[in-house]
């Protein structure tokens, strides 16, 4: 009887929420920051769609700017990487997730010559890739789980796109970056020459897109941001239902072909409601947040980039999620 009436509670709180959501400001948009990416498909979709309360998708080129404009007040809510969650709330920043909107599931990849079959191979190795950035993280991820560090590399940094030209001219054998270049490196020397060694399919979790808010805005406007929430999974449902004219948006809004979009999207996985909360579960195994959120600050810190690593627990907000789950189909 407990668990019914919790699960009825749950019902008719999110109901309330829901239908009676209304964005900051009279006739004001809620703006949310987005970049081009395809892990975004449900936002897409449900801005296209209609979100069922008022919301402007605001375009960036640079993802590196998106956390202060949030911050200021310049925007609503934002699309984040949440390592840039993590960056931010050690500077004091009260930066919240929301949800999970999409893993890397593929899409970056530890790159290698075809002499080299395994991760502890490495050692001792020049490994070319950005430095404080996913593909670092993906990387100290590996070396973690096989009982090495980035001190057991020579590290070569460059660009995720540089990579491509490090490894072509043999200035390194490894090398970390994301789509298209990992598949231009692949086919360069017709396929012969390099393969990928560990991509973030075995890594689900470690690079997580985020749904990101100020907790003073949260605190200020639950109603609409549980509509959000609600609006971006109603999103992903359409791109299930028919995924022919989901494609069509999203190539639309990418600028990119629907094979394209297809092509793309077996690289992230947008979680399912049932999943939805895994990434605020206290836990050692990715994607908790517990898991990846250790190993970013530790990069973090080694770069200089932040002294002291945020509590995990004040990087999200988890009751949105917990109350949708509640409620009908969770």
Not at 185 to 212: C, P, Y
Not at 267 to 272: F, I, L
């Amino acid at each position: 009887m407990k668990q019914i009436v919790t699960r009825l509670l749950g019902v008719l709180v999110w109901a309330s929420l829901l239908f009676t959501a209304q964005p900051a400001g009279a006739g004001t948009p809620v703006t949310l920051g987005v970049v081009t990416w395809i892990g975004y498909g449900p936002i897409y979709c449900a801005a296209a769609n209609g979100y069922g309360i008022d919301v402007k998708l605001v375009n960036f080129t640079d993802n590196s700017v998106m956390p202060g404009a949030v911050q200021s007040g310049e925007i609503d809510a934002t699309t984040l990487t949440y390592d840039q969650v993590i960056a931010a709330n050690a500077r004091g920043w009260k930066l919240k997730v929301v949800m999970p909107l999409d893993y890397s599931v593929g899409g970056d990849a530890i790159l290698a010559r075809a002499q080299i079959q395994s991760i502890k191979d490495l050692k001792g190795r020049k490994v070319a890739f950005m430095s404080a950035s996913p593909s670092d993280f993906l990387l100290g991820y590996a070396l973690a789980k096989h009982g090495l560090s980035e001190r057991d590399i020579q590290p070569v940094n460059t660009t995720p796109e540089g990579v491509v030209g490090i490894m072509a001219g043999g200035s390194a054998d490894v090398g970390v970056s994301y789509e298209p270049n990992v598949s231009v490196i692949v086919k360069s020397s017709g396929g012969q020459r390099f393969h990928v060694l560990l991509s973030s399919r075995e890594a689900r979790g470690m690079i997580t897109d985020v749904l990101v808010l100020k907790d003073s805005v949260i605190a200020k406007n639950p109603k609409w941001v549980a509509a959000l929430i609600r609006g971006t999974m109603d999103g992903l449902a359409f791109m299930k239902a028919d995924p022919a004219k989901a494609a069509t948006i999203i190539a639309k809004t990418l600028e990119i072909s629907t094979a394209e979009v297809q092509e793309q999207l077996a690289n992230v996985e947008n979680p399912a409601l049932a999943d939805l909360g895994d990434v605020f579960k206290k836990a050692t195994a990715l994607p908790s947040f517990y898991a990846s959120g250790k190993i970013i600050a530790e990069i973090l810190q080694r770069e200089g980039q932040i002294d002291v690593p945020p509590p995990i627990e004040g990087t999200f907000d988890a009751s949105f999620v917990n109350a949708l789950q509640a409620g009908p189909g969770g």
